[in-house]
């Protein structure tokens, strides 16, 4: 069965540091989602993205929060200059058009602990 | 905006017993999605069960149905015949009904199986 996945399970960055977290999304599914989960609170919409572009974004997500579908397959998350509060787990999401189920199958999360 | 409440952050089930978690929305969409997730210990996000809002007939899948009251925004799973492996958080989540918009997440029910 098709599944969504996501590398690296556990990233752990310096403050200030650069990451990128990566997502293979479903081959068919056109729709892609991040989500973030602060240890212990509830999952939180960060952007999605249709088509090569964002099509909805929270207030969560501002200018150092980037994403990008370099080729085919990967769906990056960047977030640019990382802070003490970006420490969560990242959830990556893809959802399928075609089957009008609106579905979203989502990645097993990547933990992201900034030190 | 939506908002989705769940209001009992912990419960505990006897093995093999039944357990029913709560859910309540707001919205004032007339057509939507609804989605109970299981979250294990694991911390992947996995699909419960899913309702239509213009379904009258509750969801069911195995072990697990719903109860969803439209006029009163409820949205409950029934866990039947529960099992150590539904120990888990579950978040209820919705979603509107042009399909390709986020989630938006509850807080999470933490449930125990107790052998």
């Known amino acids: 069965e098709p599944e969504v996945t996501q590398t690296p399970s556990h990233q752990v960055t310096q403050m200030g540091q650069e990451v990128i977290l990566r997502c293979v999304p479903i081959s068919n599914h056109l729709y892609f989602y991040w989500y973030r989960q602060i240890l212990g609170q509830k999952v939180e919409f960060l952007v999605s993205f249709y088509n090569n572009e964002i099509s909805e974004k929270s207030e969560i997500f501002d200018d150092q929060f980037s994403v990008e579908r370099p080729d085919g397959s990967n769906f990056t998350l960047k977030i640019r200059s990382t802070k003490l509060e970006d420490s969560a787990m990242y959830f990556c999401a893809s959802s399928d058009v075609t089957s009008g189920l609106w579905e979203q199958f989502f990645g097993p999360g990547t933990r992201l602990t900034v030190l | 905006a939506q908002t989705v409440t769940q209001s009992q952050p912990e419960m505990s089930v006897q093995e093999a017993e039944t357990v029913t978690l709560s859910c309540t929305y707001d919205t004032s969409e007339n057509n939507y999605y609804l989605f109970w997730y299981k979250q294990p210990p694991s911390r992947q996000m996995i699909l419960v069960i899913r309702?239509?809002?213009?379904?009258?007939q509750n969801a069911t899948e195995n072990r697990f149905s719903v109860n969803f009251q439209k006029a009163a925004k409820s949205f409950s799973l029934k866990i039947s015949d529960s099992q150590l492996g539904d120990t888990a958080m579950y978040f209820c989540?919705?979603?509107?009904?042009?399909?390709?918009?986020?989630?938006?997440f509850g807080k999470g029910t933490r449930l125990s199986v107790i052998a």
């Open positions: 989540a919705f979603m509107t009904y042009s399909g390709n918009t986020p989630l938006v």
């Open positions: 309702q239509e809002a213009y379904k009258q």
